[in-house]
T-cell receptor, first 113, second 115 residues
Framework: DGGITQSPKYLFRKEGQNVTLSCEQN?????MYWYRQDPGQGLRLIYY???????QKGDIAEGYSVSREKKESFPLTVTSAQKNPTAFYLC????????????FGDGTRLSIL | KNQVEQSPQSLIILEGKNCTLQ??????????LRWYKQDTGRGPVSLTI?????NTKSNGRYTATLDADTKQSSLHITASQLSDSASYIC??????????????FGTGTRLLVSP
């Protein structure tokens, strides 16, 4: 089955700790994205990557880091510098082209201990 | 400022009834408009994508309309089912100088279909 897999589904972070969220896709999509979803707000773009070994900051990149060493994988690290990390994190991918839909994973819910 | 506003914020309808959700946007330069369905605790799923030249697009019982002049879109759900209970998100895509398609998300309309 083709799709995007995010893991874990739930994650807890302690003070001063970095945590990494996994995102893997087998859709052969070039572009991948990370969004943050907070209650009452629209999704906000954290980072995106249009090709392997390249990525760009989105609107709210502070306190986050990413890597894109493989086409299938786009992990997101939430660092201790992110002071309000509690949110629902969504990974997406898409084919090249302006009218291509973004396909989303089922998210990781990150909470603070 | 690029914005997407949706109304109503939430809606309750009886199973079998129709409903229409609204979306107004101020996004430039406009590339396309998308509707997504998001079940609780899941990722959004694409329903429709419409470009500037398209007025209407259907996907089963879902029909989206676009008026690019007034910058308004609607999503009409026909003969609602319990499984239609979800949040419906309007998303407008803008083409940046770099060619990147920047998506601007609305906050969604939460629909509850009651038996």
């Amino acid at each position: 089955d083709g799709g995007i897999t995010q893991s874990p589904k739930y994650l807890f972070r302690k003070e001063g700790q970095n945590v990494t969220l996994s995102c893997e896709q087998n859709l052969n999509h070039d572009a991948m994205y990370w969004y943050r979803q907070d209650p009452g707000q629209g999704l906000r773009l954290i980072y995106y990557s249009q090709i392997v070994n390249d990525f760009q900051k989105g609107d709210i990149a502070e306190g986050y880091s990413v890597s894109r060493e493989k086409k299938e994988s786009f992990p997101l690290t939430v660092t201790s510098a992110q002071k309000n990390p509690t949110a629902f994190y969504l990974c997406a991918s898409s084919m090249e082209g302006s009218n291509q839909p973004q396909h989303f994973g089922d998210g990781t819910r990150l909470s603070i201990l | 400022k690029n914005q997407v506003e949706q109304s109503p914020q939430s809606l309750i309808i009886l199973e079998g009834k129709n409903c229409t959700l609204q979306c107004n946007y101020t996004v430039s330069p406009f590339s396309n408009l998308r509707w997504y369905k998001q079940d609780t605790g899941r990722g959004p799923v694409s329903l429709t994508i419409m470009t500037f030249s398209e007025n209407t697009k259907s996907n089963g019982r879902y029909t989206a309309t676009l008026d690019a002049d007034t910058k308004q879109s609607s999503l009409h759900i026909t003969a609602s089912q319990l499984s239609d209970s979800a949040s419906y998100i309007c998303v407008v895509s803008a083409t940046m100088n770099t060619g990147f398609q920047k998506l601007v998300f609305g906050t969604g309309t939460r629909l509850l279909v009651s038996p």
